[in-house]
């Protein structure tokens, strides 16, 4: 038997890692080609002109961008295997399971 929170926390990491990196991953993907290809980088603004930055500041950006999105994408995974192989719902004790099957010793639920 699966454990289902896991599964759906799993789903959710996995989901929102994907999300962000297809929102988001277009603008930290132009370091690579900036760098690569002209040698010099630039940070862009809607108001002024772009100005002249190292690339290794845009590059450890980048880095640190998908570093949090492997990060989601693998706690997901994590999430998804332990779910599937977790049996922590079968370890109930039977004193402690609820429900129309189980019978009642309360007075108040006989009537």
Not at 22 to 50: L, M, N, R, W
Not at 67 to 91: E, H, S, Y
Request: glycine share 10%.
């Amino acid at each position: 038997m699966s454990d289902m929170r896991f599964i759906i926390i799993g789903i959710v990491l996995v989901f929102v890692g994907f999300l962000i990196l297809g929102v988001f991953g277009g603008h930290f993907q132009a370091a690579t080609i900036e760098s690569s290809e002209f040698g010099t980088c630039y940070e862009y603004f809607d108001d002024k002109p772009p100005t002249e930055i190292n690339c290794s500041f845009k590059i450890f950006d980048q880095t640190v961008f998908f570093g949090t999105i492997v990060g989601f994408i693998a706690a997901g995974i994590i999430a998804l295997i332990k779910g599937i192989r977790g049996d922590w719902d079968n370890k109930v004790n039977p004193e402690d399971m609820v429900g129309p099957n189980r019978k009642q010793t309360d007075e108040s639920d006989k009537e």
